[in-house]
């Protein structure tokens, strides 16, 4: 299985900036793009960022500019550099993947880590 662990998430004040990692274990498995998403109380989860295999990206519109993501393939990990924060950046913050092996592909979720941005 895929195993995703998340760290890096902390109290900021409103400016400040954070980086979150995400530790990936593919034991095996093929995995094309990470994504990151976040779900703050009583909102629905949201796509924030995706690293794609060939190293592009793409980043939703509230945070683009803000936020950036990248890998460090040697440490087997992916990163989301966070900065400007807001406090409507605050929720819990989870990578995730599709992976894939011997043709069958299934979605895997780290535990997530929270990211409190006070006023």
């Known amino acids: 299985q895929v195993q995703l662990v998340e760290s890096g998430g902390d109290l900021v004040q409103t400016g400040g900036s954070l980086r979150l990692s995400c530790a990936v274990s593919?034991?095996?498995?093929?995995?094309?793009?990470m994504h990151w998403s976040r779900q703050a109380p009583g909102k629905q989860r949201e796509l924030l960022a995706q690293?794609?295999?060939?190293?592009?990206?793409n980043y939703r519109n509230s945070v683009k500019g803000r936020f950036t993501v990248s890998r460090d393939n040697a440490k087997n990990t992916v990163y989301l550099q966070m900065n400007s924060l807001k406090p409507e950046d605050t929720a819990v913050y989870y990578c995730?993947?599709?992976?894939?092996?011997?043709?069958?592909?299934?979605?895997?979720w780290g535990q997530g880590t929270q990211v409190t941005v006070s006023s």
């Open positions: 593919t034991n095996g498995f093929s995995i094309d793009t």
């Open positions: 690293l794609f295999k060939d190293g592009s990206t």
């Open positions: 995730w993947c599709v992976a894939t092996k011997l043709g069958r592909a299934d979605t895997y």
